[in-house]
């Protein structure tokens, strides 16, 4: 055990966290994205205008997680960061653009005044790159974990399309791009469940929503499965052998059974819990699948880390960081996500600019 | 096209769009708090209806500074694997910290914003001024980034790799001083000025409103001190630059060869192929004096590197001498605008000062931009001065054209939207600018299907 606090694995640790928190609260607006471009139904707008109010004052917070991933990656892991945006150059410059298009039209949206076709258009940006983005980040992620990267940095003869297309598009990496889609989906309507608290059609609305995505979720888990048997034999293998694995997934699927099981009785804060715990445990689950690797088949945690001493000041500013800002984002929270619910809030008007 | 100038086109576009609104994000935060602070004070409502505009204003221009902030922070990687790779331990700390800054301005800009009724006005002002402060913390610290880049330290080379890192030595770099300093204070400058030369515009069409009348008062409030310390600052730069990197100063003063008593040369095009500035305004003595104080100092010249080292002399030059230009001007519209408030002689009745006002509004940003050539331009062929040569450290991708021209188009597109949309918010008049996107929005819900109030 205590070779596995090592500094270079505590750093990693944090980078992981960090992406954790990014999928629980960013993947969480990525899905609320979703959901506004299949808003339906009679209350089709004000699904609209629930998604708005939950996203609006912490998107930009929520975003931060990404950044400091990215910092963190770079400062401390630098040749895996290095290698990661040479080999995965188009995919990761396409998830920019979704973000920046993301982010972007939702301000845009909601700082235009008129109820037009222009501030529609924006709306339908908005949810469009919502969808596009995840697809990415989780082609990123399959194809970090299935080994395409470091075969990738290997074909440094290859053509364009040999080096830098063809490594992430198999049908596996895809499959994993359409999984983190369903999942995101489904955490963003288990939250808006909890977000429409004191409007029963609506919490209905984002209920069914909500198990809806379940299925989907199961659907792509299975069929990445299968093709990663197919396709990617080598990521079976640790998936299922690794000593972490069988626990794990144990988990996984009882914090998955728990979001159902919650969802269907009403227990609407409880099946946020479960979701949330369950899309954490995918997290560590993946990065424990290409532990202690980084770059699995290319670097470990150890080739990749910077000098001991650049890790241990990150640490520090880290630790620091934490004690300065964990209160701060739970003031953030708790000023707008404990009651009134974002549906209340629809009545507070004046509390915004 | 080469892949490597698309490289270098690209990274230079993305961070010359992201600056823009990197300067907003530190100026426009403490405008906002100003007034906010003087609405306390004074209980004039009219403050707070510029502070709740401003935050408006904010609210965009924040949204594009952080998805292009995010951008380039892949963007380093995504273009200059080899300067990552190489630099990753070495700048990671400033970059660090910043995300800590960014965190810290994300979050209260969150609290800002929507928190107007939700906590006391105490509360509010004290997460306006946090905004503000993560703000300027995290333009200082990736200006630190740049300045380890101009003067690196902390490190020993051996075989070409770095080692016997200092993780902490590039927040003490030598061009860190000079260089926050002068960023901090150009943004400051640039938003007061742009912020004011638009106010001022609106006074000049009628020059009784009230409203406008305050805005221009706490614009001029951030612009002037700024404005009037920047050519000093510059001074300052300027002989660090000639200590760390005098290739990058022979560039910017167009001095070719190696001289005692060198001139200051005011214009001018430097020809590349005669190696001489032709057609300048000299003043005998002047460079030398200005980067050594000794008029009679040697100042070296290009002539000290292989021809095939020289960054393209012309674009520094011209580029330095706009900054210089623009700052000078911006100096003086600065001290005028003091000179009247001084003597209490209301600035929006002197049309003269108004219309030099609308003059300077764009020039922040010109000179920021013109300042940013001269600093990375001038530092060619090097990405790390004297360390990595920016050619060592491109990705291998080819086509990188495609990126360059796909980002292009984004940023172009994003500019004309936001252009638009800060047009409607300023000229709107501002009794009838309270509507708001989500009462609107709510309104809307309501009429198609929603329950009505109080659901
Ligand atoms: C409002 C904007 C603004 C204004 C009025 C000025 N500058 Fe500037 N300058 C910048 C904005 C700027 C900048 C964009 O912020 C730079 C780029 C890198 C940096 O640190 O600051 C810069 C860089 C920069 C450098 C290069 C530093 C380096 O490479 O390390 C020098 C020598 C000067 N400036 C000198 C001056 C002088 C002598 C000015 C006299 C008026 C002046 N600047 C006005
Ligand atoms: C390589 C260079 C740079 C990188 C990698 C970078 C990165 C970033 C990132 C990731 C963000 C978004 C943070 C968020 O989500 O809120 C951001 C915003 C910001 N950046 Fe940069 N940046 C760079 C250059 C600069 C420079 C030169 C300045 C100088 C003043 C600056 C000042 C700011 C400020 C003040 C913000 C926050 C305010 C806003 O978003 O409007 N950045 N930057
Ligand atoms: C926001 C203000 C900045 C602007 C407008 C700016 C502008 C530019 C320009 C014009 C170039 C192209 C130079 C050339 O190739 O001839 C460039 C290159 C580059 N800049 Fe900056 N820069 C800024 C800040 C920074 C910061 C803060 C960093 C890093 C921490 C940085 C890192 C780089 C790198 C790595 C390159 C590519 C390699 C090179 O050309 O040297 N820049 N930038």
Redesign the pocket.
């Known amino acids: 055990m205590a070779d596995l606090l090592t500094l270079p694995n505590v750093l990693a640790a944090a980078i992981l966290v960090s992406l954790q928190a990014y999928v629980l609260f960013g993947g969480a607006d990525f899905g609320a994205g979703m959901w506004d471009l299949l808003a339906r139904g009679p209350r089709r707008e004000f699904q609209r205008t629930l998604i708005a109010k939950a996203i609006g004052p912490i998107w ?1 917070a929520n ?2 997680w990404f ?1 400091l991933a ?1 910092v963190v990656l770079f400062s401390c892991f630098p040749p895996a960061f290095a290698m990661l945006t040479t080999e995965l150059h188009v995919p990761l410059s396409l998830m920019l653009v979704g973000i920046v298009l993301r982010g972007t039209a939702f301000v845009f949206r909601s700082a235009d005044e008129r109820r037009d076709a222009v501030q529609r258009r924006w709306g339908l940006v908005f949810s469009l790159s919502s969808v596009f983005t995840p697809l990415l980040l989780g082609i990123c992620a399959g194809a970090i974990a299935s080994g395409a990267v470091a075969r990738a940095a290997q074909m440094t003869g290859a053509s364009f399309t040999g080096r830098f297309i063809v490594p992430w598009t198999s049908p596996f990496i895809l499959g994993v791009g359409a999984f983190t889609l369903a999942l995101f989906a489904f955490l963003a309507a288990v939250y808006l469940t909890v977000e429409a608290e004191g409007h029963e059609p609506l919490q209905e609305d984002f209920r069914r929503r909500a198990l809806g995505a379940a299925v989907a979720v199961f659907a792509c888990a299975a069929a990445t499965l299968v093709l990663s048997r197919r396709y990617d034999p080598g990521m079976t293998h640790t998936l299922v052998n690794s000593p972490w694995a069988v626990p794990l997934q144990l988990l996984t699927g009882i914090a998955a059974v728990g979001a159902i099981l919650a969802l269907v009785t009403r227990r609407f804060r409880v099946a946020r819990l479960a979701a949330g715990a369950q899309v954490s445990l995918i997290v560590w689950g993946w990065a424990l699948d290409i532990f202690p690797s980084i770059i699995p088949g290319a670097l470990t945690i150890m080739e990749a880390a910077s000098p001991a001493g650049t890790l241990r000041a990150t640490l520090i500013v880290l630790a620091v960081g934490a004690v300065i800002l964990l209160p701060s984002l739970a003031y953030l929270f708790r000023i707008f996500k404990s009651r009134p619910s974002a549906f209340e809030r629809l009545e507070d008007l004046s509390a915004d600019v | 096209m080469s892949d490597l100038l698309a490289a270098r086109s690209q990274m230079a576009m993305s ?1 010359g769009f ?2 823009v ?6 100026g426009l935060p403490l405008l906002m708090v100003i007034a906010e602070w003087r609405h306390l004070r004074t209980g004039d409502p009219v403050y707070l209806e510029l502070a709740k505009r401003w935050a408006k204003g904010t609210t965009i ?10 951008v ?2 892949l ?2 990687g995504l273009l200059f694997p080899g300067f990552m790779k190489f630099a990753g331990a070495m700048i990671g700390m400033p ?1 660090s910290l ?1 995300g800590f800054a ?1 965190f810290l ?2 979050i209260f800009l969150g609290v800002y914003l929507y928190g107007w009724k939700r906590i006391s006005p105490r509360a509010h002002l004290g997460a306006g001024v946090l905004v503000a402060l ?3 913390m ?2 200082i610290f ?2 630190m ?2 300045a380890w880049m101009n003067a690196p330290t902390g490190f020993a080379m051996r075989d070409g790799v770095p080692v016997d890192i200092d993780p902490l030595a590039a927040l003490r770099s030598a061009a860190v001083l000079p260089q926050t300093l002068h ?2 204070l150009a ?1 400051y400058a640039s938003t007061g000025f742009g912020v004011a030369g638009i106010h001022a515009f609106m006074l000049l069409r009628n020059n009784g409103v009230h409203f406008h009348r305050l805005a221009l008062g706490v614009a001029l409030a951030m612009a002037v001190p700024a404005a009037v310390a920047q050519p000093l600052v510059g001074d300052f730069a300027a002989r660090f630059v000639a200590q760390t990197q005098p290739m990058k100063l022979a560039a910017l003063e167009g001095q070719f060869i190696t001289e005692r008593g060198a001139p200051l040369r005011i214009g001018g095009w430097p020809d590349m192929e005669r190696a001489e500035t032709r057609m300048a305004l000299e003043i005998p003595g002047g460079l030398s004096w200005l980067a050594y104080r000794d008029a009679d100092a040697e100042v070296r010249g290009l002539d000290q590197v292989p021809r095939a080292d020289w960054p393209p002399v012309p674009v520094v030059h011209i580029a330095f001498q706009v900054m210089v230009a623009l700052g000078f001007y911006m100096a003086f519209v600065a001290l005028w605008a003091a000179w009247r408030a001084v003597r209490r002689r209301p600035i929006a009745e002197h049309r003269g000062l108004l219309w030099a006002l609308v003059a300077a509004a764009p020039m922040g940003f010109i000179a920021t931009e013109a300042g ?1 050539v001269v600093t990375e331009v001038g530092r060619q062929p090097w990405v790390v001065q004297g360390v990595l040569r920016t050619a060592d450290a491109v990705t291998p991708m080819p086509g990188l054209i495609v990126p360059f021209l796909g980002f292009t188009l984004l940023y172009v597109f994003l500019s004309v939207v936001v252009v638009y949309l800060l047009r409607r918010q300023v000229t709107a008049s501002p009794a009838s600018s309270e509507g708001d996107g989500h009462r609107t929005a709510a309104t809307g819900a309501r009429t198609s299907g929603g329950p009505t109030a109080h659901g």
């Open positions: 930009e975003h931060v950044v990215v | 961070l992201h600056i609104f990197a300067m907003l994000g530190i221009l924040f949204a594009v500074g952080a998805v292009s902030g995010t380039l922070s963007e380093l970059f910043e960014f301005e994300g993560g703000g300027v995290s333009g990736v200006v980034a740049n960023m901090t943004a940013w």
